[in-house]
């Protein structure tokens, strides 16, 4: 029998929708099942696992896709985090399915993620490697807030992270370096991020990611939040689709180099890491693992 590990991060907002008893009597009786709660059990290693299912946030997520993305194994995502937004941006992707108990079929497909290489530690992300303006929300919020507010607990959050920041970064994409300050530095594996879904030009199926940039504005304080509203305003709302290279910068790439001049925090899929001054590689790699997103269960 095929052994399946279940790993339920008690951590994340909507984590009381779901239980173990739910997830085997979803996933049926081909499996033999291990359990694994977060953040109270040492963290989890799938290795001798024919399958992994995922119950958690998009940081959740990442974090697994981490250890298993070489691996052929069957990874299950159960999405009960506050945004979801791998969850929903794989909609565009059909690997969306009904648990097969409920008559619903496997639509696993190996999937495309970024990563980032450094000197010292690969890192994997399953949709967004951001830092700059309001990417700490996805790693300050509460947990208890998320629990009780669910979205609402990162809204709050949006006016004290709407500030300029003034990250020195040299982007080399290859064809195009960028070089400065900027107030927002992404790159995004999805059509959506952080409740917004603004990138049209989205190919889930290449080796490929995109680059969104936004330069520091010239001044500080209330000037500067006004000088950024534009920009931002211009992403996030009105979404992007040709590519860009002046104060907003969009671009489709393959692979980039970046080098900080200073230690920077990132948002990875919603959990905090931070990037040293060494120069690190962003790259996009299929999965050997197959991915399904459950949504009805």
């Not at 359990?35 to 799938?46: H, K, Q, Y």
């Not at 992994?52 to 998009?58: E, F, L, S, Y």
């Not at 985090?81 to 565009?92: F, M, S």
């Not at 992403?235 to 970046?258: H, N, P, S, T």
Request: net charge positive; proline share 4%.
């Amino acid at each position: 029998m095929k052994k399946c590990l279940i790993v339920i991060n008690k951590a994340a907002g909507g984590s009381k929708k779901i239980a173990f008893d739910t997830v085997e009597k979803c996933l049926g009786n081909e499996y033999e099942y291990t359990r694994c709660t977060l953040p109270f059990s040492p963290d989890p290693d799938p290795t001798g696992f024919d399958a992994v299912a995922v119950c958690g946030g998009d940081g959740t997520l990442g974090s697994i896709l981490g250890k298993v993305y070489k691996l052929p194994v069957e990874v299950w995502y159960f999405p009960v985090g506050t945004l979801n937004d791998k969850a929903k941006a794989d909609r565009y992707e059909n690997t969306k399915t009904r648990c097969p108990s409920c008559g619903g079929t496997n639509n696993g497909k190996q999937i495309v993620l970024g990563k980032c290489e450094g000197e010292n530690k690969d890192l994997l992300f399953a949709y967004v490697l951001a830092c700059g303006s309001f990417t700490p929300i996805g790693y300050t919020a509460k947990i208890s807030a998320k629990k009780r507010l669910g979205v609402l607990a990162y809204i709050g959050r949006v006016l004290k992270e709407y500030k300029v920041h003034r990250i020195s970064a040299t982007i080399d994409c290859g064809s195009e370096a960028y070089d400065g300050e900027f107030t927002l530095i992404m790159f995004v594996k999805s059509p959506r991020c952080f409740g917004f879904k603004f990138n049209k030009d989205f190919d889930g199926e290449s080796l490929s990611g995109h680059l969104v940039a936004i330069r520091s504005p010239k001044h500080d304080g209330l000037l500067g939040k006004i000088e950024m509203f534009f920009p931002f305003f211009r992403v996030f709302f009105l979404g992007l689709k040709k590519e860009r290279d002046g104060r907003i910068i969009f671009k489709k790439i393959y692979g980039a180099d970046i080098v900080h001049k200073e230690n920077v925090n990132y948002c990875r899929d919603g959990e905090k890491h931070v990037l040293d001054s060494q120069k690190h590689r962003i790259k996009f790699v299929k999965s050997n693992c197959t991915f399904s997103v459950v949504e009805k269960f």
